[in-house]
């Protein structure tokens, strides 16, 4: 069972920058792909980017040139870099996992809220 925790949401001024943070536990070894979601209240979870174990990247169009995630296997951590921030950012951010035989997880999240 691998276990997700979050940190670094909060409240921040539009153009600022937060830095999440999410480490993982519990099986952590097992885990190929990290990444974070959001969800904005009203709407469906979506993708913001992900991460594998080899680096490759993948970042939904809306956050590109904006966000960056990074990774250290190391200390089974995912960070999520967001510059430019604009208040349609404002929601929650999940982490997630997937490891190698299929199963997903999920850490709690953390609300990330930007202000005019």
């Known amino acids: 069972q691998v276990h997700l925790v979050e940190s670094g949401g909060g409240l921040v001024q539009a153009g600022g920058s937060l830095r999440l943070s999410c480490a993982a536990s519990g099986g952590a070894f097992r885990i190929n792909v990290m990444g974070w979601y959001h969800q904005a209240p009203g709407k469906q979870r979506e993708l913001v980017a992900l991460?594998?174990?080899?680096?490759?990247?993948n970042y939904a169009d809306f956050v590109k040139g904006r966000f960056t995630i990074s990774r250290d296997n190391a200390k089974n951590t995912v960070y999520l870099q967001m510059n430019s921030l604009k208040p349609e950012d404002t929601a929650v951010y999940y982490c997630?996992?997937?490891?190698?035989?299929?199963?997903?997880?999920w850490g709690q999240g953390t609300q990330v809220t930007v202000s005019l």
């Open positions: 991460i594998t174990s080899a680096g490759i990247t």
């Open positions: 997630y996992a997937r490891v190698l035989t299929g199963e997903n997880y």
